[in-house]
């Protein structure tokens, strides 16, 4: 089976800048997750979806990053205005539900801010 | 409080078995996981335990969980040149299921 696909590989800003992200769950997989993942450190959950709602957001700076996925199948992670501490993997996984199913991991967006 | 610890080096010979640790604080998980992961890459899943059993053997790889001290080892059999990665324990939250992750065990083989 296809796994999960993310997309840009690489991106470089300046500070203050925009970025979006793009996340395709593996098919059929209900919940999907976006990690920030800073260099020397383990992943962080940053939101949670089931199907197109969410269930975790508590750790997500909401006044600069927002997510989105809005027909529970693909989803998009942005940050407006990007900060230096912005630098990071943003990683995007998916599960068939939400406890007791692995999560699959995408490869990442690197991200490096200016 | 949810917090995942991990060793951050380990070097073996080529051949030899490595033994990577973990403890976590949350006795309420439910899964605890092992995943790899390689310069420039994503997290591979690797093997995962059931927090009711005490161990679980898949090839080269075995898995120790000892609930009461909440501690959690990964074993690599013949550990290969190709096992050199950064490895992460993860423990699934019963609520919702998120991960917590260690900061990871950067595994060194050497020749």
Redesign the interface.
Known sequence: EAGVAQSPRYKIIEKRQSVAFWCNPISGHATLYWYQQILGQGPKLLIQFQNNGVVDDSQLPKDRFSAERLKGVDSTLKIQPAKLEDSAVYLCASSLETVGQPQHFGDGTRLSIL | GED?EQSLFLSVREGDSSVINCTYTDSSS??L?W?KQEP??????LT?IFSNMDMKQDQRLTVLLNKKDKHLSLRIADTQTGDSAIY?C?E?M?Q????I????TELSVKP
Not at chain 2, 40 to 45: E, I
Not at chain 2, 96 to 99: A, M, Q, Y
Not at chain 2, 101 to 104: K, L, R, T, V
């Open positions: 995942v439910t899964y996981y995943y420039g890459a994503g997290l591979q899943l995962y992460f993860a699934s019963r919702g299921g998120k991960l992750f260690g900061q990871g």
